[in-house]
């Protein structure tokens, strides 16, 4: 049986500003805004808000006072990006103002021209994006561009559902709460991190955890602790196992209770453990298998108290709407006859939910878990910084069978391009450490990098 992931229902908040150039038909903006309106309606995970007929003239977008009710309806609404779209030429002036104003991701495009019957009916979006866009661009605000179409095609509604992905990102990234529990393993210099520049780039906190307490916390609760019961059911329901004896099961279920309580008293999106030798040597369990369940209920949990592995599992979750959790990884061998893949795998942290179908989840005495990975497309990710400059390598690779395996979580993994990727990570000074993810994020992660002022190296 293999234990269920724990869906975070996530909505974003965009803004829509239908951008209209007085003396141009306002009928025809009208009816764009109209068909803009609805397509965005039928997107999953998006609330959309925008000025009505009674805020402004025909709801749309024309000049300074229509900026300011447009800015006052977004702030009021605490709208996650922008969505600007020029109805006909559009005004620059307006359109630019409740960018700078509301500060947040911006998507901008143009519509598609009717085919023309007098040369006074027309849009012109295609000059006057141009004076949006560059307005944008000279300001500094960062966007994206879904070209000249319309609302209906498909293109643009892809477009429109990478740029929620990208937005969610940037909300949940930035002002993020991390938990470094216990410090970094002595020879692992690769773990480092620079927590002035991450508190002054992307006003993230983090939140030190001692070991000692952590481990205090888990000793102190009673064996027949409702919660600590709970987790020992849920995780007997999902464990077939040999090697596991009840008193280390026990063991992990107060671990697992534990660290849940830390983050939730510390208010945590994700947690970067110093996994050993700590736990073994002083607690006598590994903290693998729970973090992977950990994971699972949407709290990210990177291995080797490394911060930045910690913030890429983050990245992917929320690129994912908290629709999937990532597997923190590492590059960890070559296929002995195959150029293009590598293993992907780490000691036994992967969250269970993805084990593949006809895996038994096993679990050491020890605490590892040990099984594979499902198939399937994935998104690898790596965060980098160096000398306050932040870089994310951002590839797509494919879960494969192979016969050869060890021990632990996770999988032989298809790279066609691997030794490009390879030498893109040895040549930037990237770790070891990654994280991966089922499914293609990789223009979401691109677009995401771009906001939040990280170099994407995408191969």
């Known amino acids: 049986m293999v234990a269920h992931l724990t869906l975070v229902v996530m909505k974003v908040k965009l803004g829509f500003v239908p951008s209209h150039r007085a003396g141009f038909n306002e009928e025809i ?9 609805r397509a965005l309606s039928k997107i999953r995970n998006l609330e959309v808000y925008f000025p009505s007929e009674k805020d402004t003239r025909l709801g749309l977008v ?49 519509v598609k021209e009717e085919p023309l019957k007098t040369q006074w009916v027309r849009r012109d979006s295609f000059c006057g994006t141009l004076s949006i866009s560059s307005g944008l661009y000279r300001r500094g605000i ?25 937005c969610n990102v ?24 620079n927590e002035r520049i991450l508190a002054g780039k992307f006003n993230l906190t983090l939140i030190p955890v001692s070991q000692a307490i952590l481990f205090h916390m888990a000793n102190s609760l009673k064996d027949d602790d409702s919660k600590v019961v709970e987790i020992m059911r849920d995780m007997k ?20 209770r ?12 994700a947690m970067a453990i110093h996994c050993w030798p700590a736990s073994s040597l002083v607690y006598g369990v590994m903290p693998c298998f729970v973090m992977g369940r950990i994971v699972d209920s949407g709290i990210m949990c990177s291995c080797e108290g490394d911060v930045y592995g910690a913030l890429t599992m983050l990245f992917q979750y929320l690129l994912s709407m908290g629709e999937r959790p990532p597997h923190f990884i590492d590059w960890t061998i070559k296929h ?32 590892l878990g040990n099984f594979r990975i499902k198939r399937g497309d994935v998104t690898i990710c790596s965060l980098s910084e160096h000398n306050g400059e932040f870089k994310m390598l951002i590839t797509r690779g494919r879960v494969i069978d ?9 999988a032989w993994v298809e790279v066609p391009n691997l030794d490009e990727v390879y030498r893109c990570l040895v040549e930037n000074g990237f770790v070891h450490h990654a994280s991966m993810i089922h499914g293609d994020y990789f223009d979401a992660a691109v677009n995401a990098c771009k906001f939040l002022g990280i170099t994407p190296m995408a191969i």
């Open 170 to 193: 940037v909300r949940g990234f930035r002002e993020a709460r991390i938990g470094l529990v216990g410090p970094r393993p002595e020879r692992f210099e690769t773990c480092s991190f």
């Open 62 to 110: 024309r000049n300074d006072e229509d900026a300011e009710k447009t800015i006052s309806i977004f702030k009021r609404m605490n709208v996650d990006g922008l969505i600007i779209g020029a109805m006909n030429f559009g005004d620059e002036v307006s359109a630019v103002k409740v960018a700078a104003s509301i500060n947040k991701p911006v998507l901008l495009f143009a």
């Open 142 to 166: 960062r966007f994206m561009f879904a070209g000249v179409v319309l609302p209906e095609e498909q293109s643009f509604l892809r477009t429109v559902e990478t740029f929620i992905r990208a």
């Open 237 to 256: 329901d999902s464990i077939r196992s040999t090697e596991l004896e009840e008193r280390d099961l026990l063991k992990m279920a107060k671990l697992e």
């Open 29 to 37: 903006s009208a009816q764009m805004r109209g068909r803009v309106i």
């Open 258 to 269: 534990a660290l849940r309580l830390i983050a939730a008293e510390k208010k945590l999106s």
């Open 336 to 367: 002995p006859k195959r150029d293009d893949a590598f293993l992907a795998w780490h000691c036994g942290n992967a969250p269970p939910s993805l084990a593949c179908e006809e895996c038994e989840i096993k679990v050491s005495s020890g605490g």
């Open 402 to 410: 192979d016969d050869y395996w060890i021990s632990g979580t996770g």
